[in-house]
């Protein structure tokens, strides 16, 4: 069965740091593309940032750029994301995921980022 378990979310001042960890199984892990998504309450699911199979390319959405980092590590069927000089409208539930419209989804790590 697929499964995604994300870890890591915190509450964290603004321009903190944090790491989140999602764990998969059920699937080949090593050939899939890999998404961050996030949500906050009221708004839509957003894409974060994604990563190749192989983790040769990334892709992230503007408002995180320079300032997040996704990386994989196949051995361990695990995809993280680095978040740094956090802000306030960061805050959300972050979900990680192949496809957007996937049926599988974990219950997601919650951050929030507040003085």
């Known amino acids: 069965q697929v499964q995604f378990v994300e870890s890591g979310g915190d509450w964290v001042q603004p321009g903190g740091s944090l790491t989140l960890s999602c764990a998969v199984s059920?699937?080949?892990?090593?050939?899939?593309?890999m998404i961050w998504y996030r949500q906050a309450p009221g708004e839509e699911r957003m894409l974060v940032a994604s990563?190749?199979?192989?983790?040769?390319?990334?892709n992230y959405a503007d408002s995180v750029k320079g300032r997040f980092t996704i990386s994989r590590d196949n051995a361990k069927n695990t995809v993280y994301l680095q978040m740094n000089s956090l802000k306030p409208e960061d805050t959300a539930g972050y979900y990680c995921?192949?496809?957007?419209?996937?049926?599988?989804w974990g219950q997601g790590t919650q951050v929030t980022v507040s003085a």
């Open positions: 990563i190749s199979p192989g983790g040769y390319w990334t």
């Open positions: 059920g699937f080949t892990f090593s050939s899939s593309v």
């Open positions: 995921n192949t496809k957007a419209d996937s049926v599988y």
